[in-house]
Structures are given as structure tokens and as C-alpha cells.
């Protein structure tokens, strides 16, 4: 069915592929999943609660990274399919439909697009591990989150509210939070439905409409949602989607003169080329989620057991691919060797493989440019003289898995203990003091995260005061919840997401003094 490729174009790292089908795509495909069933996947753009073929026509191609088969084509969107998707969302902004009803309407609708979603679940959580390659296990505990945090914002949409403020019996002044606009949202390939969660939940509980780009390696589950808008009551041209590519669709978001506000979770070189787009075009406000480079640090009192399972979650859960991955790991000398061996013998226990098969921890790297990226930088800690402790090597020759990575003898100039790798790749080494350790710690041009492992509660509290980092766990990792904001310090971003800061990114406050005679 589909011809040869008839263009090319550069991505920021490889070649990616445009092809035009010889026949035109429906808009609904089936799909079988891995565990028999089988499902109608949407293939159009999402634009005022309706699936559309991009202007143009062009299709992409959807790849399953566990097989490196094809799954489906999608409808590719370019910048006309961006203007039509402003205008629409544009228009339903200005007419108060979603935007000055009183926000229990918005509540009652998010939460019932939660509701469908989860009644859905199995299907999305199939889905996304299909197109991500993550385990199934971590895809259904998104499905989880994303319900769970959409259910929070819907609670928050109608307590948005501002100050009266003393300012002297002459005037009577106050604030009052108002929707921004049409928002710009670009999200990523590591939690595809997730992330699409934090951007559109908050954005549509305060009021704002909505121009979405899922990520070009999985745009599969954000249009499986999507079309639960309409039935939920989120009216046409609330929630819109454009798939594509980031230096066509995400440029094309970042630029858009009348999109008020951008929301972006990626790398860091795309968030900062993101920035100066955002600020050459029509200032509009910018929120970044970016990348990492954490530290995980282990304390000669930690529980060795319990911390090497953190440590395993740190670095290995979604395959590595964490932007706050705990990937820097530093032990203090009095039981580094102990936490080494442990750790190594867990890492080597830890079930890579097909996603949808019992027990696997760890599934597929998303995409061809990732796993290349991550072999690459095992192939540089090699070169620098680091020891592989363990793993370093790609598994079989068909769908992108890769061993558990450990690398020990490391020194803190090497680009692996520097460099945000993406994978399952983490650096070991040893500290003895703790200002030795928080110098190590913030020798980053990052703070997304860090961890502390200790039973001693100073030691805690103090090294998470001296620690860069806009999230600190404690005796744990990756250990998320919708009410605890989540942002970088440093060059990890601009902003927080999830909690009551996440709906503040999506407001702005209106100061209206009243003269009194
Ligand atoms: P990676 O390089 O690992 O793919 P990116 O930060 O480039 O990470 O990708 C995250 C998201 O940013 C994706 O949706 C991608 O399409 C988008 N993107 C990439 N380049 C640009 C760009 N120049 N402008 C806007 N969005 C972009």
C-alpha cells in the first residue's frame, strides 16, 4: 500500500521519513494488540472534537520499537493544519464556551473524560506500551496518574480565585486570575499519555484552549483519548491535536503570533531554541520541563536492600527514559563495595524484553535515534576508560532493548558522568564527605532531581537544603504525586507542573482598582 519514500527531512539527529500512501488513510485503523484484542486507532489531526485528514495529506509512519515493524500511519500535520487548529481553538476561546462558563462545567467535564479514560484503561495502557515500548506494567500505572491527576485539576477549576487587597479607604482594589488564551503544548515520547495529561488538565480546568503536538515516535494514545473529548462536554475546539514534527508542527507552535503561552517538556537544546522562538515571535509566556542529570546519592547508613531497589527504579523504570532518572549515582566509601555488588546483582536480574510479556521491568528504547544515542555513550564511557560493571551491550538484533548499563571507575570530567544519556545507563562512584558530595552533587548545569538514601534524618534534610534540585527524593525514587509540584532548577526548565503551581502557569492575574468618590 505505500510507495517509496518521496521526501526527506532532517531531524535533530537522523533522517526521519515522510511518505505519501498510494491509497488515502482512513481515519480509524484496526489495530491488534500483543494481548489479542484488537482496537480502532484514530489516524486523523484532532481539530474541534473531530478526527480530520492534515491539509496536505501527508502521512507518517508509526513504528512498534519492541519489533521495529510498522504499526499504523498517522495524518502528519504542517503549519496550515497549526493555523486551522488556532483559529478553531482561537474562536472557542472568544466565545466563552469553555472559558467563562461557571468553571463547575469544566470541573463536571474534565472529570468526565477521566471517567472514559479509565474505563478504557487496559486499552490505553496497551496501547502506549505498543507505540513507547515501555513495560506494560509502567504503561498501566500512567493510565493511572494521568486519571488521577486529571480528576485533581478538574477539582481545582472552580477555586481559582484572587485577593481583595487594603490599599486605603480611596480605592477598592483586587485580583482575579484569568484564562491566557490559546496555549501551545509539545510534549515528549517517554510518557506520551502522561504527559499530555499535565499539559491539557490544567490548561482546560482554568479556561484556556488548547494546540497540542504529541511527539513524532508516539503519538498513539494522546488521539485514542482525544476522542472522549466531546462526549465528556469539552466543547469543539478546546482540546485540538496536530501531530508531526518538531522543526515543522513544534516550530510552527512556538512561533504562532496568536498563541499566548507554549508549554514544553523535552531536552534542553530544544526547550532553549524554544525559548528565543517564544521570544521573537510575541513574547509568549513559557513553561519548560527539561532534561537531567541526577544524582542519587547512597550514605553509609542507608538500608542497602531498600536502597538498591530505588536505585533500580531510579535508573531502569521506562527503560531509562526519565528526564529526572537518577543516573549519577555516588556511595559513600564505607559500603561502596557492598551497595556495588548488590546492586550489580539486581541490575543483572532485572527482565528486559517484550513489554506485554509477565514480569518484564524494562522494555524497548523508544526509537531508533534513542537506542543509536544510548550505544553511542556506552561506547564513549568505554573510550574514556570507564569499567562496565555490567551490561553495555544491545540485546538481539530485532527491537530496541539494551542491558542494564553500569559503569564504575568513573571520574566527574567524563561525558557520560556529564551528559543526559536517556537510557539504562547509570555511573557509579564514591564520596566520603558531605561537602565533597554536594559539590559533586551540584557540578551540573542541571537540577531537575536528586536522591538521598539514609536513616539519619539530619543528614537528610540538611543535604536536601544544600541540593540544586527542584525535586528531592528522600529514601525513594521517581516517586511521583499530582499534588507535589514537579520543575527544574538550573537549565532543568522554567515553571512547575502538577500541585496548585501547574494551574498558576495557565492564568494571569488581573489587578482592577476601583476609585471611590
Ligand atoms: P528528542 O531530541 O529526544 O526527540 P526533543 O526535545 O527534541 O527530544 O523532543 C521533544 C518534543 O519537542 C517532540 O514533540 C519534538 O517533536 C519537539 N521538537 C523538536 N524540535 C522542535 C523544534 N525545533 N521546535 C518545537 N518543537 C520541537
Redesign the pocket.
Known amino acids: 500500500m505505500i510507495t517509496s519514500t518521496i521526501s526527506k527531512r532532517l531531524s535533530?539527529?537522523s533522517f526521519v521519513f515522510t511518505r505519501q500512501l498510494s491509497t488515502k488513510l482512513p481515519l480509524s485503523v484496526t489495530i491488534n494488540l500483543p494481548n489479542g484484542s484488537s482496537y480502532q486507532q484514530p489516524t486523523g489531526l484532532f481539530i474541534g472534537n473531530k478526527f480530520v485528514p492534515s491539509r496536505q495529506g501527508k502521512t507518517f509512519e508509526v513504528i512498534n520499537p519492541s519489533t521495529e515493524e510498522e504499526i499504523t500511519h498517522i495524518y502528519e500535520g504542517r503549519e496550515d493544519d497549526v493555523n486551522h487548529a488556532v483559529d478553531i481553538a482561537e474562536q472557542t476561546f472568544k466565545s466563552g464556551v469553555w472559558s467563562k462558563v461557571d468553571p463547575i462545567i469544566r470541573t463536571n467535564a474534565i472529570n468526565k473524560f477521566a471517567q472514559l479514560i479509565e474505563d478504557h484503561a487496559e486499552t490505553v495502557a496497551a496501547i502506549e506500551s505498543l507505540d513507547n515500548g515501555k513495560a506494560l506494567f509502567a504503561a498501566r500505572g500512567d493510565v493511572v496518574l494521568a486519571v488521577n491527576y486529571l480528576r485533581s485539576v478538574a477539582g481545582w477549576a472552580d477555586k481559582v480565585d484572587g485577593r481583595v487587597i487594603d490599599s486605603g479607604s480611596s480605592h477598592f482594589s483586587y485580583t482575579k486570575r484569568e484564562a491566557i488564551g490559546v496555549v501551545g503544548q509539545?510534549?515528549?515520547?517517554n510518557f506520551p499519555l502522561l504527559m499530555w495529561a499535565w499539559k491539557v488538565g490544567p490548561a482546560l480546568a482554568t479556561g484556556n484552549t488548547v494546540v497540542l503536538?504529541?511527539?513524532?515516535a508516539t503519538p498513539l494514545s494522546a488521539l485514542y483519548v482525544s476522542q472522549f473529548a466531546e462526549e465528556a462536554g469539552i466543547p469543539a475546539g478546546a482540546l485540538n491535536i496536530v501531530s508531526g514534527?518538531?522543526?515543522i508542527v513544534?516550530?510552527a507552535?512556538?512561533t504562532h503570533p496568536r498563541i499566548k503561552k507554549v508549554a514544553?517538556t523535552?531536552?534542553t537544546a530544544?526547550g532553549r531554541?524554544?525559548l528565543k522562538?517564544a521570544a521573537e515571535s510575541n513574547l509568549k509566556k513559557v513553561t519548560l520541563e527539561l532534561g537531567g542529570k541526577s544524582p542519587n546519592i547512597v550514605f553509609n547508613d542507608a538500608d542497602i536492600a531498600k536502597t538498591v531497589q530505588n536505585i533500580i527504579v531510579g535508573i531502569y523504570f521506562n527503560s531509562g527514559e526519565v528526564c529526572c532518572a537518577g543516573s549519577r549515582l555516588y556511595v559513600q566509601e564505607g559500603i561502596y563495595e557492598e551497595l556495588l555488588e548488590a546492586f550489580k546483582v539486581a541490575a543483572e536480574g532485572v527482565k528486559v524484553g517484550d513489554p506485554f510479556a509477565e514480569g518484564t521491568f524494562q522494555g524497548a528504547q523508544t526509537s531508533q535515534n534513542q537506542i543509536d544515542k544510548i550505544l553511542q555513550y556506552v561506547k564513549i564511557g568505554k573510550e574514556e576508560g570507564a569499567r562496565v560493571v555490567t551490561g553495555g551491550e544491545r540485546i538481539g538484533d530485532k527491537g530496541f532493548f539494551i542491558k542494564p548499563t553500569i559503569f564504575a571507575d568513573v571520574e566527574e570530567s567524563f561525558r557520560i558522568v556529564k551528559e543526559e544519556i536517556?537510557g539504562p545507563v547509570i555511573t557509579i562512584s564514591k564520596f566520603s564527605t558531605v561537602d565533597e558530595i554536594i559539590e559533586k552533587a551540584n557540578n551540573t548545569n542541571y537540577g531537575l532531581a536528586a536522591g538521598i538514601h539514609t536513616t539519619s534524618l539530619n543528614t537528610a534534610i540538611d543535604v536536601s537544603n544544600k541540593i540544586e534540585a527542584g525535586t528531592v527524593w528522600i529514601n525513594t525514587y521517581n516517586d511521583f504525586h499530582h499534588q507535589v509540584p514537579f520543575g527544574g532548577f538550573k537549565e532543568s526548565g522554567i515553571g512547575r507542573e502538577l500541585g496548585t503551581e501547574a494551574l498558576d502557569n495557565y492564568t494571569q492575574v488581573k489587578s482592577v482598582r476601583i476609585k471611590l468618590d
Open positions: 535533530s539527529q509539545i510534549i515528549p515520547w503536538k504529541t511527539a513524532e514534527f518538531g522543526k513544534g516550530e507552535i512556538a514544553f523535552g531536552s530544544t531554541h524554544i522562538a536517556f
